[in-house]
């Protein structure tokens, strides 16, 4: 009788079939990024050039964030669904308090004269411990009362929404109700666990 071999399997290619694969797999597999806040921020001061002037208390809109995510704006307690009514109005500054914003009339091209609040700025602050959920939602909160003041501008200047304004109407909505959110340095104020 014959002897019979056994026949070899070839794994020598083995090791290039697995790599193959795993090109495969990470090429075809989706990776989740988490999104970041997007804001433009403004260029340093050079060092040659003097500081700018202080800003005035009442141009301020002081929004703190605690350890246990709780809002203190303008030193009261807030719920956070308060939070863009309050935005708005100090922006907006619709009964030219003597506590709130300046009012200004300045000259907007595409718009002309208009009463505005220039120097209001809105001045966030959050606790080292304060929960990223927290700190995102009252980012999207200052957000809003910024864009829904600009969408009622662009209804009642243009008669349309401000997504459907041009680039240079929508520069000179902004212009009328430019951004300011200052976010100060995180820190410990009180509430830890």
């Known amino acids: 009788m014959a002897r019979r071999e056994t026949p070899e399997v070839n794994a020598g290619s083995l090791a290039d079939i697995a790599f193959l694969l795993l090109i495969f797999f990470l090429m075809t597999t989706t990776m989740s990024t988490d999104a970041g806040l997007g804001r433009t921020l403004p260029p340093p001061i050079p060092p040659n050039e003097d500081p700018p002037p202080p800003i005035r208390e ?3 809109f002081e929004v703190l964030i605690n350890a246990n995510n709780q809002l203190l704006v303008e030193g009261k307690p807030m719920d956070l669904k308060e939070l863009k009514d309050a ?10 308090l003597e506590t709130m914003p300046e009012k200004t009339t300045i ?8 009463t505005t609040t220039p120097k209001a700025v809105i001045s966030l602050q959050n ?12 980012q999207n909160e200052l957000q ?11 209804k009642s200047q243009f008669n349309k929404s401000y997504s459907e304004l041009s680039t240079d109407e929508q520069k000179a909505v902004r212009e009328v109700y430019p ?15």
């Open 58 to 60: 009442r141009n301020v």
């Open 87 to 96: 935005a708005k109005e100090f922006i907006e500054n619709p009964m030219n």
């Open 107 to 114: 000259e907007v091209e595409l718009i002309g004269p208009i």
């Open 127 to 138: 606790d080292r411990g304060t929960q990223y959920q927290t700190y995102l939602a009252v």
């Open 144 to 154: 809003r009362a910024y864009s829904e003041l600009r969408e009622q501008l662009a």
């Open 179 to 193: 951004q300011k959110i200052s976010e100060a340095e995180p820190r410990n104020v009180g509430g830890g666990r």
